[in-house]
């Protein structure tokens, strides 16, 4: 009698296994390991009137994301108790029950979310970061939600449809499912986002071109700029894609003369790291190995209502996800933390401006508003980079560690 449970317990042991082995090399960086950051206070950076100003505005966006949160946990869990009354209402089948449920979920979600999404407009507005009008946020946030219905109804398809002659053990060939749909995803993320044109500036492509070389890539990515100046004055980059559809997309709000040539040089050289040290198939990576057990857990949490094959456990499934995701936030900004170290690490490597990248920290945090030390718990839940003043340290750290060469 003792034998299934052995067997079973060495299964687990192996996959616990292979789970830490897969984590230890996604977690590989080129940071040297104990690095120690320098002290550094933000009230010897900032003036008296930069830090009131962004703590004020970071104040009202961290209680505004934390009740969101909390509001969404809460309907859900109505919905998961009731959202099955639903059923009567429908004569779509088994799959097609699931999916119209699962909508009614989402859509459900965007109502939520709708004020708070407002709140925080208005806040922006208040603050000049935002110049978007109120009519157009909804527009453009409702004509977003089409690809959340899509990406939600063929989930619902993969998840009920494996469900039905696999049972409770759907989450094994689903889990594969949805780490190729979010591979898929990253690739085409570059070609979804709107308002993009070349960059045209020789001498920053001349860098990028440079600096790729210098991180062993043997030519920059393309190099794009989007057009966001007339919604927004917030700084941003990012580097998207995979294989061919990778590229670097740099916010007109960086080229608008308020960044130095220098501190632009930063961060391309820190988008180039992302690229350089394959954060993106790293991320891919990290989503698999939480895709898996994330899908055992709806399985196993869903069992009493007859599993996913049964569209009565779409609800509950929805609110199990919302539970994990909001779980997994701290874990997942670490994750995201320790891949911009190392991009930083990378700008700082190629450009060897630590001068340029505390300048580009410190305005980040003087346009965006960023609170450049936020309290504990708002780092924990809300950041998915490094404070302005854990960044402006590892210059310094990197200053001291280079002149120790």
């Given at each position: 009698?003792?034998?299934?449970?052995?067997?079973?317990?060495?299964?687990?042991?192996?996959?616990?296994?292979?789970?830490?082995?897969?984590?230890?090399?996604?977690?590989?960086?080129?940071?040297?390991?104990?690095?120690?950051?320098?002290?550094?206070?933000?009230?010897?950076?900032?003036?008296?009137?930069?830090?009131?100003?962004?703590?004020?505005?970071?104040?009202?966006v961290r209680w505004n994301f934390l009740l969101s949160q909390l509001a969404v946990l809460a309907v859900f869990a109505v919905y998961a108790r009731?959202?099955?009354?639903?059923?009567?209402?429908?004569?779509?089948?088994?799959?097609?029950?699931?999916?119209?449920?699962?909508?009614?979920?989402?859509?459900?979600?965007?109502?939520?979310?709708?004020?708070?999404?407002?709140?925080?407009?208005?806040?922006?507005r208040r603050h000049d970061v935002s110049f978007s009008s109120y009519g157009e946020w909804i527009v453009e946030n409702w004509l977003g939600l089409?690809?959340?219905?899509?990406?939600?109804?063929?989930?619902?398809?993969?998840?009920?449809?494996?469900?039905?002659?696999?049972?409770?053990?759907?989450?094994?060939?689903?889990?594969?499912?949805?780490?190729?749909?979010?591979?898929?995803?990253?690739?085409?993320?570059?070609?979804?986002?709107?308002?993009?044109?070349?960059?045209?500036?020789?001498?920053?492509?001349?860098?990028?071109?440079?600096?790729?070389?210098?991180?062993?890539?043997?030519?920059?990515?393309?190099?794009?700029?989007?057009?966001?100046?007339?919604?927004?004055?917030?700084?941003?980059?990012?580097?998207?894609?995979?294989?061919?559809?990778?590229?670097?997309?740099?916010?007109?709000?960086?080229?608008?003369?308020?960044?130095?040539?220098?501190?632009?040089?930063?961060?391309?050289?820190?988008?180039?790291?992302?690229?350089?040290?394959?954060?993106?198939?790293?991320?891919?990576?990290?989503?698999?190995?939480?895709?898996?057990?994330?899908?055992?857990?709806?399985?196993?949490?869903?069992?009493?209502?007859?599993?996913?094959?049964?569209?009565?456990?779409?609800?509950?499934?929805?609110?199990?996800?919302?539970?994990?995701?909001?779980?997994?936030?701290?874990?997942?900004?670490?994750?995201?933390?320790?891949?911009?170290?190392?991009?930083?690490?990378?700008?700082?490597?190629?450009?060897?401006?630590?001068?340029?990248?505390?300048?580009?920290?410190?305005?980040?945090?003087t346009t965006a508003l960023s609170d450049p030390s936020p309290p504990t718990w708002s780092y924990v839940l809300m950041e998915t980079h490094p404070?302005?003043?854990?960044?402006?340290?590892?210059?310094?750290?990197?200053?001291?560690?280079?002149?120790?060469?």
């Amino acid at each position: 009698m003792a034998a299934p449970r052995v067997g079973s317990g060495l299964i687990l042991l192996v996959l616990a296994a292979a789970w830490s082995a897969a984590a230890f090399l996604l977690w590989r960086s080129r940071v040297p390991s104990g690095l120690s950051l320098p002290a550094v206070d933000a009230d010897a950076l900032f003036s008296p009137t930069e830090l009131e100003r962004a703590r004020d505005y970071e104040r009202f966006v961290r209680w505004n994301f934390l009740l969101s949160q909390l509001a969404v946990l809460a309907v859900f869990a109505v919905y998961a108790r009731y959202g099955h009354r639903f059923m009567r209402e429908s004569a779509a089948g088994r799959i097609g029950t699931g999916m119209l449920l699962a909508m009614l979920g989402l859509a459900i979600l965007w109502l939520v979310q709708l004020p708070f999404g407002l709140a925080e407009l208005w806040w922006q507005r208040r603050h000049d970061v935002s110049f978007s009008s109120y009519g157009e946020w909804i527009v453009e946030n409702w004509l977003g939600l089409g690809g959340e219905f899509l990406f939600i109804c063929l989930a619902i398809l993969i998840v009920m449809g494996l469900a039905g002659p696999l049972g409770n053990l759907w989450w094994i060939p689903g889990g594969a499912v949805f780490v190729a749909l979010a591979t898929l995803f990253a690739f085409l993320l570059p070609y979804l986002i709107p308002s993009q044109r070349q960059l045209r500036d020789p001498i920053l492509l001349g860098d990028a071109q440079r600096f790729a070389r210098e991180q062993g890539l043997e030519e920059a990515p393309p190099v794009r700029v989007q057009v966001v100046r007339s919604y927004t004055t917030a700084p941003n980059a990012e580097a998207a894609g995979l294989g061919p559809s990778k590229r670097i997309i740099l916010w007109d709000t960086l080229l608008d003369g308020r960044f130095g040539d220098d501190e632009i040089r930063v961060v391309l050289a820190h988008e180039l790291g992302h690229i350089s040290r394959n954060h993106i198939w790293k991320s891919v990576g990290w989503y698999a190995l939480f895709a898996f057990p994330g899908a055992f857990v709806v399985a196993w949490a869903t069992r009493r209502r007859g599993g996913m094959r049964e569209a009565e456990a779409v609800p509950l499934s929805l609110l199990v996800l919302v539970t994990l995701s909001f779980l997994a936030l701290p874990l997942q900004n670490v994750i995201t933390r320790h891949l911009e170290a190392e991009a930083d690490w990378m700008a700082l490597e190629t450009t060897e401006d630590p001068d340029a990248a505390r300048a580009l920290f410190h305005r980040f945090s003087t346009t965006a508003l960023s609170d450049p030390s936020p309290p504990t718990w708002s780092y924990v839940l809300m950041e998915t980079h490094p404070t302005i003043v854990q960044r402006i340290a590892f210059a310094e750290a990197w200053e001291r560690e280079r002149g120790g060469r």
